[in-house]
């Protein structure tokens, strides 16, 4: 099954605390990229990429970093967590950048 | 940059009623998504469409491309069709930009 996985699903972590949120796909696409969701915007694009150790940064990048090693893989990296990035973090993968979407299920991330 | 504008924000419909959801965008593009997103959070692609109509079950959707708008339709609505709607169109060459959503609800 064609399908875009990431975790963990729910985190509360303290200011300041590293964490990493996972995000795979098995459908071989070259572009891949990590949106956050706040109450009242639409889904902001944080970081893309367009292919292995290809990457940018898009609309909201500061506070994170991402990696792609593996074409199937790519993380997002919160180095120092604050609360303005509580926020419901999705990773979507495509054939290219305007491509259909597979989006992953999210993750709700809590920064005390 | 291409702005996106959607209305309604939120709509309630009786179940059976013909639902339709409005996009707006500024820039010329290539093609434009429509994207489903449930209650619980999860977001799924329901259309990519660079001209005319494609339909989906009780799902159509259509685009005037000279208009730069586009519409979602829902035939014969029912409850389980509760989620948000959301337009997106590309902006520049590397990402899409998304509206903010119309909410749907869809009382029995």
């Known amino acids: 099954e064609a399908q875009v996985t990431q975790n963990p699903r729910y985190l509360i972590t303290v200011t300041g605390k590293k964490l990493t949120v996972t995000c795979s796909q098995n459908?071989?696409?070259?572009?891949m990229s990590w949106y956050r969701q706040d109450p009242g915007l639409g889904l902001r694009q944080i970081y893309y990429?367009?292919?292995?150790?290809?990457?940018d940064k898009g609309d909201v990048p500061e506070g994170y970093k991402v990696s792609r090693k593996e074409k199937r893989n790519f993380p997002l990296i919160l180095e120092s967590p604050s609360p303005n990035q509580t926020s419901l973090y999705f990773c979507?993968?495509?054939?290219?950048?305007?491509?259909?979407?597979?989006f992953g299920p999210g993750t709700r991330l809590t920064v005390t | 940059k291409n702005e996106v504008e959607q209305s309604p924000q939120n709509l309630t419909a009786q179940e059976g009623e013909f639902i339709t959801i409005n996009c707006s965008y500024s820039?010329?593009?290539?093609?434009l998504h429509w994207l489903q997103q449930h209650p619980g959070g999860g977001i799924v692609s329901l259309f990519m469409?660079?001209?005319g109509k494609k339909k989906h079950g009780r799902l159509i959707a259509t685009i005037n491309i000279q208009e730069k708008h586009s519409s979602l339709h829902i035939t014969a609505s029912h409850p389980r069709d509760s989620a948000v709607y959301i337009c997106?169109?590309?902006?520049?060459?590397?990402?899409?930009?998304f509206g903010t959503g119309t909410r749907l609800t869809v009382i029995p």
């Open positions: 459908m071989n696409h070259e572009y």
């Open positions: 469409l660079s001209s």
């Open positions: 990429s367009m292919n292995v150790e290809v990457t």
């Open positions: 997106a169109v590309p902006t520049g060459a590397n990402n899409l930009f």
């Open positions: 979507a993968s495509s054939l290219g950048a305007g491509e259909w979407q597979y």
């Open positions: 820039v010329g593009i290539s093609a």
